[in-house]
């Protein structure tokens, strides 16, 4: 069972740059690049539907979402395309992982931003005590 699991993760990491590498090509349609660019966000971003400190409905969103949104974005895209994007993403993820400048600095600003705001708001409820 855990090989399955192990199998099933590997997959999904496939999965996901592949779909990411789709949402990149010209040729794919504009539907399929929206449900793709909604997956991977999700996906990829510190900020989950239901938070990870919830016991079991935290990571249940997770093993559910993103592979549902993953399967709907492949129906999307023409089977030539996919296939072509798979082998692409298993030459790829063979060699080294690719890295964004651009997503990682985007995390960094939304988690700033918050702590900015909650910093504020924190500030906003003390000063108003008597």
Known sequence: ???????????????????????????????????????????????????????????????????????LAIKLIPDDIWCECKTRAAATLSTKLPRSRTAAIAIIAIWLGAAAWLTWIAWKILSAQP
């Open 1 to 71: 069972m855990w090989r399955q699991w192990k199998t099933r993760v590997v997959q999904l990491k496939h999965d996901t740059f592949a779909l990411y590498l789709a949402s990149r090509d010209p040729r794919v349609p504009r539907a399929a690049k929206i449900m793709a660019a909604i997956v991977l966000a999700y996906a990829f971003s510190p900020i989950d539907l239901i938070p990870d400190s919830i016991p079991v409905l935290g990571y249940l969103d997770d093993l559910l979402l993103i592979p549902l949104g993953i399967a």
